[in-house]
């Protein structure tokens, strides 16, 4: 599972420095904050949690583990694609909301797991 994790914080590192440039290009930084959280929950938590699992391979065993894998990558697009359009005035802000919940728990899930695993 860690190594899926870190394969897939690629892709969030990529769709983050293609919208740095975008903004860098055009001016416009309004989805600054997209920009960031992709950054910081995509690329680097992801990378992180990857890594963890890769040096503890215990915990990567777990059902914890996988499911914080899924709630993970359904959350974290959830929360992004969900405040791009609300920063576009194109939905409300219920849709972030549920995004970040399910990558709260995601993120709660891995801190029981990694607390209870670790040895």
Do not use: R
Not at 33 to 55: D, E, K, N
Not at 81 to 108: C, E, N, P, Q
């Amino acid at each position: 599972m860690g190594i899926w994790l870190i394969k897939i914080s690629v892709i969030y590192l990529f769709i983050g420095t293609v919208l740095g440039m975008y903004m860098s290009i055009t001016g416009d930084f309004e989805l600054s904050s997209v920009h960031t959280h992709v950054l910081l929950l995509g690329w680097t938590t992801m990378t992180l949690a990857g890594l963890i699992y890769c040096v503890f391979p215990k915990a990567a065993k777990s059902i914890l583990c996988k499911i914080q894998f899924v709630l993970f990558n359904i959350g974290i697009p959830i929360m992004q694609i969900g405040l791009a359009l609300f920063i576009m005035g194109l939905i409300s802000v219920v849709v972030v909301s549920v995004g970040a919940t399910i990558t709260s728990i995601a993120i709660l899930i891995f801190a029981i797991n990694i607390l209870t695993a670790l040895e």
